[in-house]
């Protein structure tokens, strides 16, 4: 069940630099919400808070209070809430020692769930809707997740993520080290996953907000500028940096 | 200059460059297969059956053999594994994954001093430790005195070989709702193993051939000991006190004993990597 998420006053830092001030924002459930803004704005920190994957960082800080569905992030142990809100980040990041299958199945064996015919169940609906599954299923268990093409391991570290039937997916620029062709492919894959989970993806590419996002927020200096309907963004944003942004004049 | 003595002149600096490589290389592999080809030569002509089998005889009787050696240094090279390996590893793990600045940099510095430290003297530290206190020398002394050397290369290599993992690797498992422990254990440490592994070859190797360390430790036996808390033969000690006897068989003993040891070394370095690499993928990243 795809659940929305809901962030008030969310600040956080590395060290003594803040990198978000106070971002009060909701994303709707369902639903496919870009992140857009020049490089360090604070995207990939406001997503890394969602999972609370910024406080792995050496020094990093949070405060302000984010809400997946009505859970407090901050009442589960991070561990668990990650089972819930998975992520994909920009580097297609497979695990090198492993085999496809294991690849999909390692959130699931590492964390003790799930039988194996149960996993081999997973395993193939995961990698079904990651559209890997014709290209893969021949070679399964024989070939390293790193031996496949980067746009199919990006595809396969979806469906890693996918395997533990996450309520929300993050992501994390993920078509940005891939080729045109592999990218067109996630962005259909982020159209037909968002129907079942709810989809926050950062991006550097304005063309890919318009494709696959209903909503789109854009970002400046660790603030929060303006957020509404995609469509909106695009054609008669409100703001005049968001339009400056958007239409190139920087950024 | 034209263009043609330029193209001639970086030919004559690559053909020189590589020529100085191909001897460094000769230079380092030539007393290697010299020693080794002495030492086959040498030690087969010298080892029968017997000796892999029977235990010394008395001074002035030809025959007998070194099977108690053989045993005892596979008894004490167990012991300083079971000790080196489990510490190193750890310790270089805490190092890698855990250690904050200072505490890491402090135990840094003293696996590097501990690495420094003669042989001779942590024998001598096991010694005072362990013999003295247990009113006997004992292949447990040995062995604690060998796994205490090998504590520290197999520190450094696990740390080394754990920071050469990316962050990415790390991120990922996080990503998954993987807790720490589980993370090192089943992807970090995983992904590190084959240099791992190296490191702990080479600790292995380097102990394995300790003469001083067990001189006051394990300290040899003429007899079978399978006792580890009693006085246990090993190789080393026994290549020793063979290679400055008077007697031309004994000599040839110690040759057969040095050919063992270096087979016992090789054996065990390709059959840890041979069950290492199985069931694992060469990835290409």
Known sequence: MAVGIETKGLKAWFGSNQALHGIDLQVAAG????????????????????????????????????????????????????????????????????????NVAAGLKLNGIGNRSELEEIVERSLQQAALWDEV??????KSGASLSGGQQQRLCIARALALDPEVLLMDEPASALDPISTSKIEELIFELKSRYTIVIVTHNMQQAGRVADYTAFFLAGALIEFDKTEKIFTTPYDRRTEDYITGRFG | ??????????????????????????????????????????????????????????VGEAGGGMANAIGGSLL????????????????????????????????????DVLNGVPSIVIGLAAYSLVVIRQKHFSAISG?????????????????????????????????????????????????????????????????????????????????????????????????????????????????????VLVAIIMVSVFAVRWVASRGTFKGTS
């Open chain 2, 143 to 259: 062995g604690i005195a060998l796994g205490a050397m090998m504590i520290p290369t197999i520190a450094r290599a696990t740390e080394e070989m754990l920071k050469l993992v990316p962050l990415s690797v790390r991120e990922a498992a996080l990503g998954l709702g993987i807790p720490q422990w589980r993370t090192t254990l089943s992807i970090t440490l995983r992904s590190a193993l084959p240099g791992i592994i190296t490191g702990i070859m080479l600790a292995f190797s380097r102990v394995a051939g300790e003469t001083a360390p067990l001189l006051f430790t394990a300290f040899g036996n003429a007899f079978w000991n399978w006792d580890p808390r009693q006085p246990t033969a090993a190789l080393p000690l026994q290549i020793f006190v063979y290679a400055i006897s008077p007697f031309e068989d004994w000599h040839r003993k110690a040759w057969a004993g040095a050919l």
């Open chain 1, 31 to 102: 639903l496919a919400t870009a992140i857009i803004g020049p490089s360090g704005c604070g995207k990939s920190t406001f997503v890394r808070c969602l999972n609370r994957m910024h406080e792995t960082v050496l020094d990093a800080r949070v405060a302000g209070e984010i809400r997946v569905g009505e859970l407090n992030v901050y009442s589960i142990p991070a561990v668990s809430l990650r089972r819930r809100v998975g992520m994909v980040f920009q580097k297609p990041n497979p695990f090198p020692t492993m085999s496809i299958y294991d």
């Open chain 2, 76 to 111: 004490i090279l167990g012991i300083a594994s079971a000790i080196g390996i489990p510490v190193g590893v750890g310790t270089g793990v805490y190092l890698a994954e855990i250690a904050r600045s200072g505490i890491g940099r402090g135990i840094r510095f003293l696996t």
């Open chain 2, 1 to 58: 200059m034209s263009s043609s003595t330029i193209a001639l002149r970086r030919r004559a600096a690559d053909y020189g460059a590589t020529a100085i490589s191909y001897i460094a290389a000769l230079v380092v592999l030539a007393p290697l297969v010299a020693i080794l080809s002495y030492l086959l030569m040498k030690g087969a002509t010298s080892s029968n059956l017997a000796f892999f089998t029977e235990i010394p005889k008395p």
């Open chain 1, 137 to 142: 299923k021949d070679s399964l268990k024989k």
